[in-house]
């Protein structure tokens, strides 16, 4: 007898998936603009705004570049020069746009929010009569952490008394068998027949976390009104969804309201640093953006609601043409999704005020890179979707300003050894005095340093004035000021997070260009699993992965000083940050206290209580532990019941495809005598396999052990 058959009659089961309620996700066409699904209200303050913005974005880019040029044109401009002045232009405009950006967020706090959407953070709670939703895509996440921010954030909603309006979705993508198992088991330690919680497991994960929400809405998006798509590292209050629920009914023709999650749960110095800074300047910034993106706003993939209706009308993606990593399947679906809903007319907003919206970061700058590898991959995907017919002219701006976070990071570098190139010619090479057309006086090949120094002033100012008004903005709000620990507290703050920023930035640019390289000679991010752990990386990866920086930096250094030591000098704020990657990489990898004396938030000093629910929850959850995922299934009769009714949801395999995987499973279970064997035997894709096949992972279970031959 297995364990399965001896064990006592399993209890009542809920059902892992409610009725299906298909809704249909036609695939969009980039080609031909498609009929307005709905006739937008006209524009009152978005134009206005929009033109003040890139005007003066116009007119400071004028200025650095006349300056620029005032600098170089002494003596004529070379063809190196030349090169540095068409650089600067594009990232002097780059920056222009950034600063006029968060110029406008901080007028808009200064003088009070107006939300456009009548969204009152403080006013009372409003009521909810729609169904919403809540889909939360994991992939190879620890269900104990992930399941624990869903259970917090359930408990709030059902506190406001809008509980009965919220169904709980755990989109599964995962590959891992042993993930699979402890999803499911941290499943049914939550799960009742009135709770409304669904699991799925998805056993092709085509198109990633865009495909996962594409098969809910196929299957089960017509039983909705609105949905909200969490990260598996959010976290979200019931005020904050009854709010934008009740936003999104008084206002039929929006489609997507995004919130500004706040980070929280650093748990290393860099993580730190990144909690400080979104806390710090975040909201300025996203204000700023909100201000003058208007009804065109863009999408960041997660703590957003959305209407169920317009996405799938509007948002079914195609497969770009090509091989990878241009085409194939939409990585950075978000931004295509917003631009996909406003082409059809429907409104896309930003809530920059509305609390209780929470997130987390990667615990260190190695994590970090690695999502933004896939990133960078993604939003360089939108250079093929930049032509698409029909897209409103800022949502071509969101995809532009995507592709430019990262091709900025190369254009820097280049930008730096152009005029490394331009001071060793200066240096060692022979000018030309008398060219060959005729001249009576010679070509002196120089530059203007008090230009030069003003240039970099203005430059630095654009890049750091934010952060003072950002400042600003926290000293004079009192509640603010003590959340972050006191004005003094707030401003040593913001100078050890400009001064380790200043360190970090060269490092990313060297990853980021790299990336940027990779991904244009062809090279696939593939789909990673997050880190979201301690930040304990081992010395030795550290040195590997950092030597490459550290290697242009002494490049950087020597050169610099094969020429003089006023350009090393000059040099230092990149040389520096790139020769000490290595001890600033082990130093910001370090743990930090929960309640730091320094770069301390408000989330840290008063933590909400949703996330301390969140650590009271996590205990209360099983536990991962190195159990075979088979194991699990034969001695726990309702986890492998739950698994068999979760399979029956799904469509059968089709006749004639066969995956190698599993052929290699089914082989393997055919010449197996025992269930231990099988255990032994197969791999992980082969135990996925396996676990995705009712009829065989029934006879597996059924197996005789050798643990049960021996008593017998």
Same mark, same amino acid.
């Given at each position: 007898?297995?364990?399965?058959?001896?064990?006592?009659?399993?209890?009542?089961?809920?059902?892992?998936?409610?009725?299906?309620?298909?809704?249909?996700?036609?695939?969009? +066409?980039?080609?031909?603009?498609?009929?307005?699904?709905?006739?937008? &209200?006209?524009?009152?303050?978005?134009?206005?705004?929009?033109?003040?913005?890139?005007?003066?974005?116009? *007119?400071?880019?004028?200025?650095?570049?006349?300056?620029?040029?005032?600098?170089?044109?002494?003596?004529?401009?070379?063809?190196?020069?030349?090169?540095?002045?068409?650089?600067?232009?594009?990232?002097?405009?780059?920056?222009?746009?950034?600063?006029?950006? &968060?110029?406008?967020?901080?007028?808009?706090?200064?003088?009070?929010?107006?939300?456009?959407?009548?969204?009152?953070?403080?006013?009372?709670?409003?009521?909810?009569?729609?169904?919403?939703?809540?889909?939360?895509?994991?992939?190879?996440?620890?269900?104990?952490?992930?399941?624990?921010?869903?259970?917090?954030?359930?408990?709030?909603?059902?506190?406001?008394? @809008?509980?009965?309006?919220?169904?709980?979705?755990?989109? @599964?993508?995962?590959?891992?068998?042993?993930?699979?198992?402890?999803?499911?088991?941290?499943?049914?330690?939550?799960?009742?027949?009135?709770?409304?919680?669904?699991?799925?497991?998805?056993?092709?994960?085509?198109?990633?976390?865009?495909?996962?929400?594409?098969?809910?809405?196929?299957?089960?998006?017509?039983?909705?009104?609105?949905?909200?798509?969490?990260?598996?590292?959010?976290?979200?209050?019931?005020?904050?969804?009854?709010?934008?629920?009740?936003?999104?009914?008084?206002?039929?023709?929006?489609?997507?309201?995004?919130?500004?999650?706040?980070?929280?749960?650093?748990?290393?110095?860099?993580?730190?640093?990144?909690?400080?800074?979104? =806390?710090?300047?975040?909201?300025?910034?996203?204000?700023?953006?909100?201000?003058?993106?208007?009804?065109?706003?863009?999408?960041?993939?997660?703590?957003?609601?959305?209407?169920?209706?317009?996405?799938?009308?509007?948002?079914?993606?195609?497969?770009?043409?090509?091989?990878?990593?241009?085409?194939? +399947?939409?990585?950075?679906?978000?931004?295509?999704?917003?631009?996909?809903?406003?082409?059809?007319?429907?409104?896309?907003?930003?809530?920059?005020?509305?609390?209780?919206?929470?997130?987390?970061?990667?615990?260190?700058?190695?994590?970090?890179?690695?999502?933004?590898?896939?990133?960078?991959?993604?939003?360089?995907?939108?250079?093929?979707?930049?032509?698409?017919?029909?897209?409103?002219?800022?949502? =071509?701006?969101?995809?532009?300003?995507?592709?430019?976070?990262?091709?900025?990071?190369?254009?820097?570098?280049?930008?730096?050894?152009?005029? *490394?190139? *331009?001071?060793?010619?200066?240096?060692?090479?022979?000018?030309?005095?008398?060219?060959?057309?005729?001249?009576?006086?010679?070509?002196?090949?120089?530059?203007?340093?008090?230009?030069?120094?003003?240039?970099?002033?203005?430059?630095?100012?654009?890049?750091?004035?934010?952060?003072?008004?950002?400042?600003?903005?926290?000293?004079?709000?009192?509640?603010?000021?003590?959340?972050?620990?006191?004005?003094?507290?707030?401003?040593?703050?913001?100078?050890?997070?400009?001064?380790?920023?200043?360190?970090?930035?060269?490092?990313?640019?060297?990853?980021?260009?790299?990336?940027?390289?990779?991904?244009?000679?062809?090279?696939? +991010?593939?789909?990673?699993?997050?880190?979201?752990?301690?930040?304990?990386?081992?010395?030795?990866?550290?040195?590997?992965?950092?030597?490459?920086?550290?290697?242009?930096?002494?490049?950087?250094?020597? &050169?610099?000083?094969?020429?003089?030591?006023?350009?090393?000098?000059?040099?230092?704020?990149?040389?520096?940050?790139?020769?000490?990657?290595?001890?600033?990489?082990?130093?910001?990898?370090? &743990?930090?206290?929960?309640?730091?004396?320094?770069?301390?938030?408000?989330?840290?000093?008063?933590?909400?209580?949703?996330?301390?629910?969140?650590?009271?929850?996590?205990?209360?959850?099983?536990?991962?532990?190195?159990?075979?995922?088979?194991?699990?299934?034969?001695?726990?009769?309702?986890?492998?019941?739950?698994?068999?009714?979760?399979?029956?949801?799904?469509?059968?395999?089709?006749?004639?495809?066969?995956?190698?995987?599993?052929?290699?499973?089914?082989?393997?279970?055919?010449?197996?005598?025992?269930?231990?064997?099988?255990?032994?035997?197969?791999?992980?894709?082969?135990?996925?396999?396996?676990?995705?096949?009712?009829?065989?992972?029934?006879?597996? *279970?059924?197996?005789?052990?050798?643990? +049960?031959?021996? @008593?017998?």
């Amino acid at each position: 007898m297995t364990a399965v058959e001896t064990a006592s009659p399993p209890a009542l089961l809920p059902d892992p998936l409610p009725a299906e309620a298909p809704l249909a996700m036609p695939v969009q +066409s980039f080609a031909e603009a498609p009929a307005r699904a709905i006739d937008p &209200s006209p524009a009152r303050t978005g134009r206005w705004r929009r033109a003040l913005v890139m005007i003066a974005t116009a *007119i400071l880019t004028f200025a650095g570049v006349d300056e620029m040029y005032e600098v170089l044109k002494v003596g004529g401009v070379t063809i190196l020069e030349g090169i540095v002045l068409v650089l600067f232009a594009a990232l002097f405009a780059w920056v222009s746009l950034s600063f006029v950006s &968060s110029l406008a967020g901080f007028a808009a706090l200064l003088r009070g929010w107006r939300d456009t959407l009548d969204i009152d953070p403080d006013g009372p709670l409003p009521s909810v009569n729609s169904k919403v939703a809540m889909l939360l895509p994991t992939y190879n996440e620890d269900p104990q952490t992930v399941l624990a921010r869903l259970q917090a954030t359930r408990e709030s909603v059902d506190a406001t008394g @809008s509980g009965a309006q919220f169904d709980w979705y755990i989109l @599964s993508d995962t590959t891992d068998p042993a993930v699979w198992a402890h999803e499911e088991e941290c499943f049914l330690a939550l799960a009742t027949n009135d709770a409304r919680l669904f699991y799925r497991h998805r056993a092709d994960n085509h198109a990633r976390k865009s495909g996962n929400i594409e098969d809910w809405v196929k299957r089960f998006g017509g039983a909705y009104d609105f949905m909200v798509i969490l990260d598996a590292d959010s976290v979200m209050t019931g005020d904050a969804l009854v709010r934008l629920a009740a936003a999104m009914e008084r206002h039929p023709d929006v489609a997507l309201i995004q919130t500004l999650p706040v980070v929280v749960h650093a748990r290393t110095l860099f993580a730190r640093l990144q909690q400080f800074a979104g =806390r710090m300047y975040g909201p300025m910034i996203a204000a700023g953006v909100a201000w003058w993106h208007d009804s065109e706003s863009n999408y960041w993939g997660h703590n957003a609601i959305i209407r169920v209706a317009a996405f799938a009308a509007c948002t079914g993606l195609p497969i770009l043409p090509g091989r990878k990593p241009f085409g194939g +399947s939409i990585l950075s679906h978000d931004f295509v999704e917003a631009a996909l809903m406003r082409r059809a007319g429907w409104r896309i907003h930003m809530a920059p005020t509305l609390r209780g919206s929470y997130e987390e970061v990667p615990p260190t700058l190695l994590d970090f890179a690695a999502r933004d590898r896939r990133w960078c991959q993604g939003n360089l995907q939108h250079a093929k979707i930049l032509p698409a017919r029909g897209l409103h002219w800022v949502s =071509r701006l969101h995809f532009l300003t995507g592709i430019g976070a990262y091709i900025t990071a190369p254009m820097w570098l280049l930008f730096l050894v152009a005029g *490394i190139l *331009i001071s060793l010619q200066a240096q060692y090479v022979r000018p030309e005095y008398f060219p060959k057309n005729f001249s009576l006086f010679p070509v002196w090949p120089a530059q203007d340093p008090v230009r030069a120094a003003w240039v970099f002033v203005a430059t630095m100012g654009l890049l750091i004035l934010p952060k003072l008004l950002a400042l600003c903005l926290v000293l004079i709000r009192r509640d603010t000021r003590h959340g972050f620990g006191g004005g003094f507290r707030a401003m040593v703050g913001l100078v050890a997070e400009t001064l380790m920023s200043g360190l970090t930035a060269p490092v990313m640019m060297i990853f980021q260009s790299t990336a940027v390289a990779q991904i244009l000679m062809g090279q696939d +991010s593939g789909w990673q699993l997050q880190h979201r752990g301690d930040g304990s990386i081992p010395f030795r990866d550290v040195v590997r992965r950092y030597a490459l920086p550290t290697v242009i930096g002494l490049a950087m250094a020597v &050169s610099a000083l094969l020429v003089s030591w006023p350009l090393f000098w000059w040099m230092t704020p990149v040389v520096v940050g790139l020769v000490l990657a290595i001890p600033v990489a082990m130093i910001t990898n370090r &743990s930090t206290s929960a309640r730091p004396a320094l770069l301390a938030t408000p989330e840290d000093l008063a933590p909400p209580p949703i996330l301390a629910r969140v650590h009271a929850i996590a205990p209360t959850l099983p536990s991962s532990n190195d159990e075979d995922p088979l194991v699990m299934l034969r001695n726990d009769r309702r986890l492998f019941d739950l698994h068999l009714a979760g399979l029956a949801h799904e469509p059968p395999r089709p006749r004639g495809r066969v995956e190698a995987n599993y052929a290699l499973a089914r082989a393997k279970v055919d010449d197996a005598e025992r269930f231990d064997e099988v255990v032994t035997w197969l791999s992980k894709p082969e135990k996925r396999a396996l676990m995705g096949d009712r009829d065989l992972l029934t006879r597996v *279970i059924a197996m005789p052990s050798t643990a +049960s031959a021996t @008593s017998a």
